[in-house]
Each structure stands twice: as C-alpha cells, then as structure tokens.
C-alpha cells in the first residue's frame, strides 16, 4: 500500500506504510510507551499519519496520561502539604499565594500546579527544614530592611 502522496511536503510515492512500531508519549517528563502503531511515514520530511485505529489509541492513551499526570501531582501536592503540617489556608499564603481555596483545587486535580509551585513542593518535600526559611521569608523583613535603605539613600541623596 505504498505511493500515496505525502499532505505535508507534496512527495508523490512519499508516504509508506509501517506497522508494529512502538512510539513514546509524555507529558510534563512523564512517559509511556505505545505498541504495535501502523500508519504512514513520508520518507522525504518525515512526517507521520496513523491509521484510523492506532489514531485513536495513541489519543486516548495520551489523553490517559494527562489524566494520571494530573492526579499524580495532585496527590503528591497533598502528600508534601501535610507532611509539612501546613493546612491548605497556610499553604496558600506562605507558598503560592492567589485564592484562598486554590491548594484545594491542586489537589482535587481541577488545576494543575504552575511549575514553580509544584517545584518549590518538591524542593520541601526533600528538605523540609527549609519550611522554617519559607516562613521567615514570608514575614518579609529582610525586604523592609531593603526598604528601608533604599529610602535613606534616596535622603541623602536629596540632602546632598
Ligand atoms: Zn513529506
């Protein structure tokens, strides 16, 4: 069944069949391995066409992984937060900020974790210790004090 002609570069004769290939997919390095695609490969750009079946197994197999990639860092959002001993309120104002109730949508999986957050998470989960830093980061002190110098120059600048 090959000579079609490829959609993408225009090569008659471009496009030839393959079966039993397997192809990752992922999301977020997150991976799965999918088996036995055929389709169409054209030989001049490379680009790939499944059949209708293998079409719809790479989709729903795609669509499954974001599925559990969700729930999966939902889960581990809730893991590390109490571990932390944090309530999802506490949560919130020392680490993401945003609204009261957004730790409770991550770990519903109704939202993903913008990466920083769930990086910072992570970053907790293995040094918990640092949770003392965060708190005293949030106090915001050593940037009153940065304040604070800024405007004493800003003074003796004037004065001078
Ligand atoms: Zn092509």
């Known amino acids: 069944m090959n000579g079609k002609q490829c959609f993408s570069c225009g090569t008659h004769d471009g496009l030839q069949y393959f079966e039993g290939r397997s192809f990752t997919i992922d999301f977020k390095k997150m991976t799965r391995q999918i088996g ?9 750009c490379g680009e790939i066409e499944f059949d209708d079946g293998s079409a719809e197994r790479y989709s729903e197999a795609s669509d499954q992984l974001l599925i559990d990639c969700r729930q999966l860092m939902a ?84 004065a001078s």
């Open 36 to 44: 036995d695609i055929s389709g169409y490969e054209c030989r001049v």
């Open 75 to 158: 889960a581990e959002m809730k893991r590390i937060r109490r571990k932390l001993k944090l309530s999802q309120k506490e949560a919130v104002k020392l680490l993401s900020g945003g609204g009261h109730n957004a730790f409770s949508r991550y770990e519903r999986a109704e939202l993903a974790p913008p990466q920083p957050l769930f990086m910072l998470m992570r970053l907790l989960d293995r040094h918990p210790h640092l949770l003392g830093d965060v708190q005293a980061l949030c106090e915001g002190a050593d940037l009153r004090r940065l304040l604070a110098s800024l405007d004493q120059e800003r003074q003796a600048a004037l």
